[in-house]
């Protein structure tokens, strides 16, 4: 008997959630078309487009360690054969040399992520504003490969030329 009652049960839910399914097709079926689409236009429209990361850019690497000195660092970004972006970034510091840098872009979020020959690394995280043309990041430097540096990290404003 409770098996009975159970497959009732089940077969009532079954029927219920058919007919909210289909009310609710119903439903969106009976919004004129052009409301439809400014109904799908502003639903895409909260998704950033891909910020253009491409070209050259250069700011100043600050430390949150007092006894760390500045640094700067120019980055010259451009598409692989791939069409995955790559960076190559020329600096003056102690700890890190010329530097191959992965770009990953999603909106204006920001991702470079590389290390030089040594083995020493740098992951620089940041957004980049509206006009595309200021990247304002947080890095993080590991120079412990080479015995040279230890680990530092602070901000780094870059601007596109």
Same mark, same amino acid.
């Given at each position: 008997?409770?098996? +009975? ?91 890190? +040399? ?10 204006? +979020? ?19 504003? +509206? ?31």
């Amino acid at each position: 008997m409770t098996s +009975k009652i159970l497959s009732f049960r089940v077969l009532l839910l079954s029927l219920l959630l058919l007919m909210t399914m289909r009310a609710g097709a119903s439903l969106y079926a009976a919004i004129p078309a052009d409301d439809q689409s400014r109904q799908a236009t502003a639903a895409n429209s909260t998704q950033q487009p891909a910020t253009d990361f491409t070209g050259t850019w250069s700011g100043t690497f600050l430390s949150k360690h007092a006894n760390v000195a500045p640094f700067t660092m120019t980055i010259v970004v451009n598409p692989d054969s791939q069409g995955h972006l790559i960076g190559t970034g020329s600096l003056n510091s102690d700890c890190l +040399k010329d530097v191959r840098l992965e770009v990953t872009v999603a909106g204006s +979020k920001v991702l470079l992520a590389g290390s030089d020959e040594d083995g020493d690394n740098i992951t620089v995280r940041g957004m980049v504003d +509206k006009a595309g043309t200021l990247l304002k990041a947080k890095y993080i430097l590991n120079g412990s490969a080479t015995g040279r540096c230890e680990t530092d990290d602070g901000t780094a404003d870059l601007a596109k030329r």
